[in-house]
């Protein structure tokens, strides 16, 4: 490896001197909008893909389980399900032959699930905030004691480092705070079996947001702030009654974190969740276990943000649908952005935490030829006979709904369902199809030959051919669009690229190499405008074999234009790509 610099119009600019490799386990970036075309959905190895997984989930009730099971996938395209399956009965306290079934619509406690309602709670209010200009800042990283002035810890804990408990150290679990708001009436060292779902239950509804609170004040804290990832339910709730106390201060009201939750819920359309107490006119739709279970449990304000929330397959489809959306409702795309992606990493390298988000991957090499990892961004839930998981692949646009009531209590002959391993076993088969039906749009939208239009009329010669033609060969490999050829005049642009760094030791290559350079999609808003409708900005960045995130725009044209950036513009039926350093556009041909 060596270190090399280029020089253009007085700019120094180093790179890495990397060899580029035929293949990448770095997950190629596409744009945001392809995502979410609804004929992902019609490619033929999506369509197989939901086959398989209607063959592998009805397979799971051919043995020793008769769980309750309510299962979709959700797709950008569309708020509404993209597939779904469901099995079981749906209260197993009835015995009767009519007994009704599980669907779509049947509603569980999804448990921890409500979490990341709470995390979107905030960032909600946060974007409520940014709107305001008048009122305090609130934002992800404002310490908790800016508002909630009643909030404190043991004298030594706040003197090093629990003061500066920020909203987001509340929502990745990195604050250090106990797991729980309040102490059991017992020993659970010596008396653990007291532990169940019904005792447990008990101490989560007692608990009160001022109970909480004040117990925060008594207890050290389990890990120093920031140190680590430590799972607390006790701060999600601290979050939710941080945020609904900046709410009430932005509109002057007094509600409550549940009714504020509601609220969201049902401006999301989610008219099937809530928590609280059951609505009535929902009660025929509850899902009840055959094992104990928390159906008749209220759990109380304190604990509503960590497990209150009650929910349906089709609602989880909406709200997972809002977090695919390039344009969410009620926050930004920018919170939208930054909020699936990770924050910390545990120490084993394979799980990582986000605001909200729990978030795994998972390995394919099927289709694409090489493995690659994706991005499991989810949330579980388990408690009082129910199992839940959710989650979000971000790169290709889809995610998974996974609801499941115990039919029974624990017993040798009885294996009950398990929604992370439903997970595993689904993404497994989805994961590669989706990648080659997103691999296959991004072909269908910009592959092909670019043949030259003429002038940008960006300098004052002209681009003038001279028998071998100006062309540009674009290609799709392993889910990435390359520039394989790029010719003007017939000189070879690619190389001349590369050309400007050479010397007489050094002539090494990042633009010109073999497989060309890949065009990774770069989605600011103001380089886009410049272009217009159905522009769309690219940045070339080198095949290294792991992801290169060095080289950008290290250099550029007489005009200002970075070397890297490219343009591709799709209007009338018609695709362009425009490269101004070479002062070219150019039409596809094929």
């Not at 990582?352 to 579980?380: C, H, M, N, P, R």
């Not at 080289?551 to 009338?572: C, H, M, R």
Request: negative net charge.
């Amino acid at each position: 490896m060596r270190l090399r610099t280029f020089r253009a119009g007085g700019l120094a600019v180093c790179f890495v001197a990397l060899a580029t490799v035929a293949s990448t386990s770095c997950i190629p970036d596409v744009p945001t909008s392809l995502l979410s075309e609804p004929s992902i959905l019609q490619h033929p190895a999506v369509v197989a893909a939901f086959a398989e997984v209607e063959r592998n989930l009805s397979s799971l009730f051919t043995g020793n389980t008769r769980d309750g099971l309510s299962f979709a996938v959700v797709h950008a395209s569309s708020p509404e399900k993209a597939y779904s399956f469901n099995n079981g009965t749906l209260r197993f306290n009835e015995t009767e032959d009519d007994t009704p079934l599980v669907d779509s619509d049947s509603i569980f406690r999804v448990a921890s699930v409500s979490k990341n309602i709470a995390t979107f709670s905030a960032l909600v209010v946060e974007n409520e905030s940014r709107q305001r200009d008048t009122q305090a800042t609130f934002t992800l990283d404002t310490p908790v004691r800016q508002i909630l002035p009643s909030f404190g810890l043991p004298d030594i804990d706040w003197k090093n480092g629990g003061s500066e408990i920020t909203l987001s150290m509340l929502g990745t679990h990195s604050s250090g705070l106990p797991r729980e708001g309040y102490v059991t009436s017992y020993n659970m060292v010596i008396g653990l079996s007291q532990a169940n779902s019904n005792t447990i239950g008990e101490e989560w509804a007692g608990v009160t947001p001022e109970s909480l609170i004040m117990s925060f004040k008594t207890r050290p804290l389990m890990f120093g702030p920031g140190q680590r990832p430590g799972y607390s339910n006790a701060g999600i709730c601290l979050l939710a009654f941080a945020t609904v106390a900046q709410h009430n201060a932005l509109h002057n009201t007094s509600q409550t974190w549940t009714a504020f939750a509601d609220d969201l819920l049902h401006s999301l359309s989610l008219n099937s969740s809530f928590f609280g107490a059951i609505p009535p006119p929902l009660t025929e739709r509850i899902a009840i276990p055959g094992a104990d279970n928390w159906v008749d449990l209220l759990i109380g304000p304190g604990y509503d943000p960590a497990g209150g929330m009650w929910s349906s397959a089709n609602d989880l489809v909406r709200y997972l649908h809002n977090w695919l959306s390039p344009t969410p409702r009620l926050i930004s795309s920018l919170q939208r952005r930054t909020a699936l992606q990770p924050r910390l990493t545990l120490p084993d390298g394979k799980q990582s935490v986000g605001f909200g988000w729990e978030i795994t991957d998972v390995s394919t090499s099927a289709s694409l030829g090489q493995e690659k990892k994706y991005a499991l961004v989810g949330k579980s839930g388990d408690a009082g006979g129910f199992h839940s998981w959710v989650d979000v692949v971000p790169q290709l646009g889809y995610g998974i709904v996974v609801l499941t009531s115990e039919s029974q209590d624990a017993a040798p002959d009885y294996a009950r369902l398990v929604p992370t391993g439903i997970r595993d076993r689904v993404h497994g088969i989805l994961v590669p199809a989706f990648a080659e039906a997103v691999e296959a749009s991004l072909r269908t939208r910009f592959a092909g030959r670019y043949g030259a239009m003429g002038d940008l009329g960006l300098v004052a010669e002209e681009t003038r051919g001279n028998g071998t033609g100006t062309f540009a060969r674009v290609e799709v490999d392993g889910g990435q669009l390359f520039i394989r050829e790029m010719v003007v005049n017939g000189t070879n642009a690619l190389e001349g690229l590369d050309r400007l760094g050479w010397t007489e030791e050094s002539q090494g290559r990042f633009f010109s190499t073999e497989q060309g350079v890949g065009l990774n999609p770069a989605e600011g808003a103001g380089e886009a405008a410049e272009f217009g409708e159905g522009s769309l900005v690219w940045r070339v960045i080198p095949d290294l074999e792991s992801c290169d995130w060095f080289d950008f725009d290290g250099y550029a044209d007489g005009n200002g234009w970075p070397l890297s950036k490219v343009v591709t513009i799709e209007q009338g039926g018609r695709t362009e790509l425009v490269y101004p350093p070479f002062d070219i556009r150019m039409a596809r041909e094929s």
